[in-house]
């Protein structure tokens, strides 16, 4: 005999895993301190190496004249004012993706909630049969 | 109405039927209008110019996923760039890697929305893409939509100073790459796109969210209108020359358009809202249940049945020949049942009876088993 209610439940938690939940499980696996570490820690990474090639074009666009005054200009003010933008860039995309992540935890963390109670609903449907 | 309905649900089930086949086909078709117009605009490099790569290369994009086919077609502009001069190719790789750094992280899956703006730029109508982002995608998409924009004026400042960089030598490098950063920066019509094309998305989205009746109209006619207006407050700051006509008929097709992904998304009927109150231990529910639009969609099942008839003559007496006649008779049977527009987990709150039909091929029988949901098994499905 078919369970009819619990193939139901079956089928649609499937669904769920297969499509939106897939995120969510993997976001939920972790805790909330640690998921947003990693992700503003791969932020930084990612905003160090953006700052890197906007650097690397801002000196290209005028290469002619950064070589000609560089032995005049004040290296160490120059270097002062790249590490400050670098600092600013840094923490507002961090900050930004702290928030995000913030937002996406949450959000990920609620819908579990309610798997997991179909989860535990479906255990007892099991536990009813036996 | 009714037809309008009944032609959706027909249209819902041909899809959930074929999705196999459709979704790689339409993908097949997009990659192969997108790789086509790209070296239509470009052609730098002749050996990409080529119909049998662009067959290949679209056939790969079918069955790979959105994200590839975006990687591909920023592949191909990139090797033209590289034909036109390798310090453009550089620009341009720096600009996608700047955009997939900083931008892409936070909205990996708007990958088709990249890929649609530049395309629907080239074909006149990219104000459509802000109004339906707002509209099904999320305040994030803004940011998919921004890249889209500025993928397309970068492409479109290559294609316009290809003759220059043609001319130049391969001292003049820095010059180079001076003239293409100096059309992105400077870019003032990009700007101004960008900018419309965000609030637009966002407005949308807040919009249609809202709890009032007909949000989904409001907000694209909101979200039209904002598009129009910023693009022509930036058209009188900045002097972009910006077509008002193409604005406007631009914007009209843009509502047109959202028109029918509301049609397919969110048809209700506000003249049956239902209001109630009611309250549990912790909280007091305001709830407002506005009905969706479905129609039963008629099926038909088509029922054979074989009689066999006996010989009229007893044995022994010759027949002629005629032997036992069979006949089939068929009988037409019309099943209703009522189309559900969207299975997936926890959305089905509130529907009172829904059927499983199965189709079984013995002798043309339909088996159909009806369940009806009760309230008790409502609340276990949750939304999600």
């Known amino acids: 005999m078919l369970n009819e209610k619990r193939i139901i439940l079956m089928t649609k938690m499937a669904s769920y895993e297969e499509k939106e939940g897939k995120k969510n499980l993997k976001i939920g696996n972790y805790f909330r301190s640690d998921y947003i570490a990693i992700q503003v820690l791969k932020s930084v990474l990612c905003a160090t190496i953006a700052f890197a090639i906007v650097f690397a074009l801002f000196i290209l666009y005028d290469f002619e004249t950064f070589m000609q005054d560089i032995y005049k200009m004040d290296l160490i003010g120059f270097a002062r004012s790249v590490l400050i933008y670098y600092g600013v860039t840094v923490v507002v995309y961090g900050s930004l993706s702290y928030i995000i992540c913030s937002y996406r935890y949450a959000k990920a963390k609620k819908s579990l909630k309610c798997y997991y109670h179909n989860l535990k609903k479906l255990n007892a449907m099991y536990n009813t049969r036996k | ?384």
Not at chain 2, 126 to 137: E, H, Q, R, T
Not at chain 2, 175 to 194: F, P, Y
Not at chain 2, 287 to 308: E, W
Request: charge should be neutral; glycine fraction near 6%.
């Open chain 2, 1 to 384: 109405m009714t037809g309008l309905l009944e032609l959706r649900e027909k249209i819902k089930l041909i899809y959930s039927k074929n999705e196999v086949f459709i979704l790689p086909i339409a993908k097949f078709l997009l990659a192969f209008i997108v790789f086509n117009t790209i070296n239509g605009q470009m052609g730098y490099m002749t050996r990409l110019d080529n119909i049998a790569i662009v067959l290949i290369v679209s056939l790969m994009c079918s069955f790979l996923p959105m994200g590839c086919m975006l990687l591909l077609s920023a592949l191909f502009s990139l090797l033209h760039m590289y034909a036109l001069s390798m310090e453009v190719a550089l620009v341009g790789l720096c600009v996608y890697l700047l955009m997939f750094l900083l931008f892409f992280r936070f909205s990996p899956k708007d990958s088709l929305v990249v890929v649609l703006t530049p395309l629907l730029f080239l074909f006149k109508l990219p104000y459509v893409i802000p109004v339906a982002m707002g509209l099904i995608g999320t305040p994030v998409s803004a940011v998919s939509v921004g890249c889209g924009v500025i993928v397309y004026y970068l492409l479109m400042t290559v294609v316009n100073s290809a003759s220059t960089i043609g001319t130049m030598g391969a001292e003049e490098a820095v010059a180079k790459i001076r003239l293409i950063i100096d059309g992105i920066l400077d870019n003032r019509a990009m700007l101004v796109t960008v900018t419309a094309f965000a609030i637009t998305v966002i407005v949308v989205y807040l919009i249609r969210r809202m709890a009032v009746d007909y949000s989904w109209t409001i907000a694209m006619v909101a979200g039209a209108m904002i598009d129009l207006v910023i693009l022509l407050i930036g058209d009188l700051l900045y002097d972009t020359n910006i077509s008002v006509l193409n604005a406007v008929l631009g914007s009209i097709v843009a509502v047109l358009v959202a028109k029918v992904i509301e049609f397919f998304r969110f048809c209700v009927d506000y003249s049956r809202t239902e209001k109630t109150q009611f309250e549990d231990d912790e909280y007091y529910y305001y709830v407002k249940a506005v009905p969706k639009m479905t129609v039963a969609a008629p099926t038909k099942t088509v029922k054979k049945i074989n009689t066999q008839r006996r010989p009229a003559a007893p044995a022994g007496r010759s027949t002629g020949g005629t032997g036992t006649r069979s006949t089939t008779r068929s009988v037409v049977t019309e099943h209703t049942s009522v189309a559900r527009g969207d299975d997936s987990y926890g959305r089905q709150k509130g529907q009172g009876a829904y059927s499983h039909r199965n189709e079984y091929a013995n002798g043309g029988r339909s088996v159909t088993i009806n369940s009806s949901m009760t309230e008790d098994s409502i609340e276990d499905y949750e939304d999600l």
